[in-house]
Nanobody
Framework: QVQLVESGGGLVQAGGSLRLSCAAS????????VGWFRQAPGKERAVVAA????????YHAGSVKGRFTISRDNAKNTVYLQMDSLKPEDTAVYYC????????????????????WGQGTQVTVSS
């Protein structure tokens, strides 16, 4: 079992920055691929970014590419999502998810493939 706890959300003005953290406990996190997802009111959950367990392969959705950066520190059992140049349309609840994978560079894009989820953290961007 892996427990995930997100933190770092809040209210920020457009153009501002936030850094989300996803802290894991329970098992060795270094063998888990991790994804960040978001869900806005009335919309489906969507993948924002993903990172392989080795940390050397990442994916960022087109809507956030160049503004958001996913990274991880396996020694701290934590994955981060640095969010810069925030826009009102980035307002959503952000979730991290984890799945144990075999290959160091494997990315997991689909939410249905993840085994563990955090409780979410609210990000609100005002215009």
């Amino acid at each position: 079992q892996v427990q995930l706890v997100e933190s770092g959300g809040g209210l920020v003005q457009a153009g501002g920055s936030l850094r989300l953290s996803c802290a894991a406990s329970g098992r060795t996190f270094s063998s888990y691929a991790v994804g960040w997802f978001r869900q806005a009111p009335g919309k489906e959950r969507a993948v924002v970014a993903a990172i392989s367990w080795g940390g050397d392969n990442t994916y960022h959705a087109g809507s956030v590419k160049g503004r958001f950066t996913i990274s991880r520190d396996n020694a701290k059992n934590t994955v981060y999502l640095q969010m810069d140049s925030l826009k009102p349309e980035d307002t959503a609840v952000y979730y991290c998810a984890a799945k144990e994978t075999y290959f160091r560079a494997e990315l997991v894009y689909s939410g249905t493939r993840y085994d563990y989820w955090g409780q979410g953290t609210q990000v609100t961007v005002s215009s």
